[in-house]
């Protein structure tokens, strides 16, 4: 799981490459708009993953408290 996330970084940076080097191209909004629409949605599908690995690595490591 944590290869995959790692991965998935690349995929995020390249998302953020296309946004910057299309506002460096002054694209069209609609354009601008549907790109960081994506990348917010990557980062939060991303993001959502990494919290669910923090949380039960601790849960797995330090047990539930009983």
């Known amino acids: 799981a944590l290869q995959d996330l790692k991965a998935e970084h690349a995929t995020l940076l390249g998302l953020i490459h296309g946004l910057i080097t299309a506002v460096q191209k002054r694209r069209a ?36 408290g009983d």
Do not use: M, N, P, Y
Request: aromatic share 6%; proline share 0%; with cysteine.
């Open 29 to 64: 909004g609609a354009d601008l708009r549907s790109l960081g629409q994506q990348l917010q949605q990557q980062l939060a599908a991303h993001e959502a993953k990494e919290t669910t690995i923090f949380v039960d690595s601790i849960w797995t490591d330090c047990g539930t």
